[in-house]
């Protein structure tokens, strides 16, 4: 009796210990089968899924014309070629204002000076170039403004190219997002049937930068001082989206019925 009394507390103290110890170490120890079959049935249900990916377009008329001027001057000195060149870039501008161009839609784009040389070296003389950019909002005279902007400018006057488009492309941009979704949607649904499985809830949507081109565009010059010729043709907003789509349940097996005998 007396022995058992002496052996009964030690199991006990034991067992305070290694509950003391799981403690201080962050918790108690997490059961040897962590890893059960629910948590692999997760691991499969969330790879069961269609990743598509879908397009569509919306396409529109141009609304603003941006052009590109420049001017281009050479002198024996930088003076005289920065003098030249704010001059013929001062013509342009004030031509532009008075044809109704608001000075929020004018702006310097660049601005250089470099020499010209010989080829052993000797600087012969220098080049100021200018660019201006400028807005045209009302199309229809955006002909002649660039025709009146480039004979302000004289010889010294550059047109680097114009460029259409839409101020406000946010609802063609709708459009082109719903053609998107319903192309994708086409897509899964077309492989949910093949795979014999109903076709579940969005899981994930992304989008690719959305990008426009220019269609039937011409923006050649004829001779200084005549009309150009402006067709701004029409412009296509473009979205590409992936989706994935969680598949259904397999839908359950029909019973076979059988005829009694």
Do not use: C
């Not at 249900?45 to 529109?60: M, N, S, Y």
């Not at 005549?226 to 412009?235: A, D, K, L, N």
Request: no cysteine.
């Amino acid at each position: 009796m007396h022995r058992a009394r002496v052996t009964t507390p030690v199991p006990i103290a034991m067992t305070t210990l290694v509950v003391l110890s799981s403690w201080l170490l962050g918790g108690p120890a997490a059961p040897a089968s962590a890893s059960t079959p629910t948590d692999s049935l997760s691991a499969e249900q969330a790879r069961d899924t269609v990743l598509v990916t879908g397009t569509g377009e919306a396409f529109g008329e141009p609304d603003t014309l941006a052009a590109n001027f420049a001017v281009e001057t050479s002198a024996s000195t930088v003076g005289e070629a920065l003098t030249s060149a704010t001059t013929a870039a001062t013509r342009m501008r004030n031509t532009l204002v008075r044809a109704g161009i608001a000075r929020p839609d004018l702006q310097t784009s660049d601005f250089s000076i470099s020499s010209r040389r010989t080829d052993d070296g000797a600087i012969t003389g220098y080049t100021a170039t200018q660019g201006l950019t400028a807005k045209i909002r009302d199309l229809p005279r955006a002909g002649a403004l660039l025709s009146a902007a480039v004979t302000a400018g004289g010889d010294a006057a550059r047109l680097n190219g114009v460029s259409f488009g839409i101020e406000d492309d946010a609802a063609l941009l709708t459009e082109a997002r719903k053609k998107a979704f319903a192309d994708a949607r086409g897509k899964a649904e077309l492989y949910a049937r093949q795979a014999g499985r109903p076709l579940g809830r969005v899981v994930t949507v992304s989008e690719a930068t959305p990008g426009y081109r220019v269609l039937g565009l011409q923006d050649s010059m004829t001779a200084a001082g005549s009309s150009v010729p402006i067709e701004p043709g029409r412009q296509r907003r473009t979205v590409t989206i992936t989706v994935e789509w969680a598949f259904g349940p397999v839908p359950a097996a029909a019973p076979i019925l059988r005829s009694a005998a």
